[in-house]
């Protein structure tokens, strides 16, 4: 493009910046959450639990690598850790998104059964069921990020050495990646998006119109489905719109003067990485343990927690 360095500007102030908060924070948030999982809900391994510690070791696995981009963006766009890192860092980042967007679909259509079919999920769903589609994701999504290795690469532009996921120099595979990333669009967040929004409509018409449900789940069903909103309109649809949107225009017309594109796309890649701090959100309405610890303890908490006691005794 005419115009690469006067758009380029805004990647050194915005992207360092917004990698340096989700860093610590989605570091911190996944630890404890998968601290508390693993200890907290120990006795308690259910498919819910099983399909949140897979999303939470795939937030840990990519953020260890956002300290490599803070500093790619903090030296201008210059790579210094070999075309190797360059590829292990889009690749991991690739299944980050995907793994993050196929669990969260898992965790909702497992609690769409749960509450629209609680006698056929008592009887047949296994935690075993929740580790085999679990797999099922990692392979999948592996399969499904393998070109980025392909792709991606670095490039030389003027005295620095960037690391892309599509070098246009030289030219030839520009229609091929277009089409693999239209590709990741439909069917690794269209696709997703519609099962995920289908189970979640289910979910709040079961609960509303169960007279039995508290309103501790009702608060809890709000709070899962709010998180599943936030997720999709600020992390995951904006990303894949001003990525196709951008490459299109990039491939198409590359002297087009469309400077407010690209910098969506900027501020959209650093979005797409919020997912893993709004997780933890996610983990608050799944889990009673990570909620309290958050929280504390309600009102509705300790009458539950009585009720439960004096079943026990009986």
């Given at each position: 493009?005419?115009n690469n360095f006067t758009c380029?500007?805004?990647?050194?102030?915005?992207?360092?910046?917004?990698?340096?908060?989700?860093?610590?924070?989605?570091?911190?948030?996944?630890?404890?959450?998968?601290?508390?999982?693993?200890?907290?809900?120990?006795?308690?391994?259910?498919?819910?639990?099983?399909?949140?510690?897979?999303?939470?070791?795939?937030?840990?696995?990519?953020?260890?690598?956002?300290?490599?981009?803070?500093?790619?963006?903090?030296?201008?766009?210059?790579?210094?850790?070999?075309?190797?890192?360059?590829?292990?860092?889009?690749?991991?980042?690739?299944?980050?998104?995907?793994?993050?967007?196929?669990?969260?679909?898992?965790?909702?259509?497992?609690?769409?059964?749960?509450?629209?079919?609680?006698?056929?999920?008592?009887?047949?769903?296994?935690?075993?069921?929740?580790?085999?589609?679990?797999?099922?994701?990692?392979?999948?999504?592996?399969?499904?990020?393998?070109?980025?290795?392909?792709?991606?690469?670095?490039?030389?532009?003027?005295?620095?050495?960037?690391?892309?996921?599509?070098?246009?120099?030289?030219?030839?595979?520009?229609?091929?990646?277009?089409?693999?990333?239209?590709?990741?669009?439909?069917?690794?967040?269209?696709?997703?998006?519609?099962?995920?929004?289908?189970?979640?409509?289910?979910?709040?018409?079961?609960?509303?119109?169960?007279?039995?449900?508290?309103?501790?789940?009702?608060?809890?069903?709000?709070?899962?489905?709010?998180?599943?909103?936030?997720?999709?309109?600020?992390?995951?649809?904006?990303?894949?719109?001003?990525?196709?949107?951008?490459?299109?225009?990039?491939?198409?017309?590359?002297?087009?003067?469309?400077?407010?594109?690209?910098?969506?796309?900027?501020?959209?890649?650093?979005?797409?990485?919020?997912?893993?701090?709004?997780?933890?959100?996610?983990?608050m309405a799944l889990f009673d343990?990570?909620?309290?610890?958050c929280c504390g303890k309600s009102?509705?908490?300790?009458?539950?927690?009585?009720?439960?006691?004096?079943?026990?005794?009986?």
């Open positions: 493009m005419a380029e500007n805004i990647q050194k102030p915005l992207l360092p910046l917004m990698y340096g908060v989700e860093f610590p924070v989605a570091l911190a948030g996944n630890l404890f959450a998968l601290w508390l999982l693993v200890v907290r809900e120990r006795r308690n391994w259910h498919t819910g639990v099983v399909l949140a510690c897979n999303l939470a070791i795939s937030d840990l696995l990519y953020v260890l690598t956002l300290p490599l981009l803070i500093v790619y963006y903090s030296l201008d766009k210059h790579w210094v850790f070999g075309e190797a890192a360059c590829k292990i860092e889009r690749f991991l980042f690739t299944c980050n998104l995907y793994v993050s967007i196929f669990f969260v679909m898992a965790i909702s259509v497992n609690r769409c059964v749960a509450l629209a079919f609680p006698f056929f999920t008592r009887s047949h769903v296994e935690p075993v069921h929740a580790k085999a589609v679990s797999v099922l994701i990692w392979v999948l999504v592996a399969a499904m990020s393998c070109p980025v290795l392909r792709f991606a690469s670095v490039c030389q532009s003027g005295n620095k050495t960037q690391c892309v996921f599509f070098c246009l120099r030289p030219p030839g595979n520009e229609s091929s990646h277009f089409t693999y990333k239209m590709f990741l669009a439909v069917f690794g967040c269209l696709v997703p998006f519609l099962v995920t929004f289908s189970s979640y409509c289910v979910v709040i018409s079961v609960v509303w119109k169960n007279i039995s449900v508290t309103t501790l789940e009702k608060r809890k069903v709000a709070l899962l489905v709010t998180s599943m909103i936030v997720l999709y309109a600020v992390s995951f649809v904006p990303y894949h719109v001003f990525q196709i949107w951008h490459l299109y225009r990039k491939i198409n017309t590359p002297n087009a003067d469309v400077c407010w594109v690209y910098y969506m796309y900027q501020v959209s890649k650093g979005l797409a990485t919020l997912n893993m701090c709004i997780h933890p959100i996610l983990y343990s990570m909620r309290v610890a009102r509705e908490d300790d009458n539950r927690g009585g009720s439960m006691k004096y079943r026990a005794a009986a």
